[in-house]
């Protein structure tokens, strides 16, 4: 089959095609077997090919540009990095009607973390602080910045207002007002722009054994301001890991308030658009507003 345009502009992926694409660009790989593997996210529909590899197409335009951002950043960053991260082995091209370029990554061995699972986690939170100093550490792109993303709390003002308004009645439209204000009134990041991850939640990280391992979807990898990285204090922490977290990665007071600014705003774009559909989401977003509300 090709992929087709669905109403939503989405091009329908099953595992037919992921096989005639992969067999088609990488002949060497056309005998590994594939399977699709679920749950995936909302961006990119994933195959295991093989023990060692996987497969990820963007399901949406929005996503496309992954595939070549991560194959030209990850491998410049991951030395410097303390935990495991998507290491890329091939971009495969447009073709059989599927319209964007995809990738091929080596297969990181994980589970990604359930809501709560490491709330009260020191050594977890502890690890995040350092793979976060550790990525702020990492050498600048200086000019060679085009294609990383541009965070902007500001920009989100409009929705984030609509959303509160929308679940005013669920989490509280007063403390989520409040809440905004003081992360929009906050002093603006003063340093050099460091790296940031820029989507980090319970769905890209991966545990082994009950210990944190890997840091997956580099796609909204960028250079600015790091707080949208903060976000993470709220959806896999409690108060008590929150503080160590914090303490751990030093920071202040400004930072801390847009990043929970941060937390809000996206905790409540995914409620908005996921949380009437999968249960999973729903308690994620939840938590993640809750969190954010407390702290």
């Given amino acids: 089959m090709t992929a087709e345009s669905t109403p939503a502009n989405r091009p329908a992926v099953d595992t037919a095609l992921v096989r005639r694409l ?3 660009r990488f002949p060497q790989w056309a005998a590994l077997p594939l399977r699709r593997v679920e749950p995936a996210g909302s961006d990119h529909v994933i195959h295991r090919l093989g023990a060692e590899l996987s497969v990820r197409l963007p399901r949406h335009a929005g996503a496309i540009g992954q595939a070549r951002k991560e194959a030209e950043w990850l491998p410049r960053l991951a030395p410097h990095l303390p935990l495991d991260v998507p290491v890329p082995v091939a971009v495969g091209e447009p073709a059989l009607g599927y319209p964007w370029p995809w990738a091929v990554t080596r297969w990181l061995d994980g589970d990604p973390v359930a809501v709560g699972a490491l709330a009260d986690s020191a050594e977890a939170a502890t690890a995040l602080a350092g793979f976060l100093t550790a990525l702020r550490r990492c050498p600048s792109p200086g000019d060679g910045a085009q294609g990383l993303t541009v965070r902007s709390l500001a920009a989100r003002d ?3 207002r609509e959303a509160i308004a929308a679940f005013g009645g669920e989490f509280g439209a007063e403390a989520m007002t409040a809440l905004w204000d003081a992360a ?8 050099p722009p460091v790296w940031f991850h820029g989507d980090l939640h319970t769905g890209n990280l991966l545990t082994r054994g009950g210990r944190l391992g890997a840091v997956i979807d580099f796609g909204e990898l960028g250079v600015g301001d790091p707080a949208c990285d903060l976000t993470i204090a709220f959806t896999v922490m409690s108060a008590r890991s929150r503080a160590v977290f914090r303490a751990a990665l030093d920071v202040d007071d400004a930072t801390w308030a847009r990043g929970r600014g941060w937390a809000l705003t996206t905790g409540l774009a995914a409620h908005t658009a996921y949380a009437a559909t999968d249960p999973r989401v729903a308690a994620q977003t939840t938590r993640q507003i809750t969190e954010a509300l407390a702290g």
Avoid: G, N, Y
């Fill in 22 to 24: 992969v067999d088609a």
């Fill in 184 to 191: 929009l009134a906050a002093p603006a990041w003063e340093h």
């Fill in 158 to 160: 409009r929705s984030t």
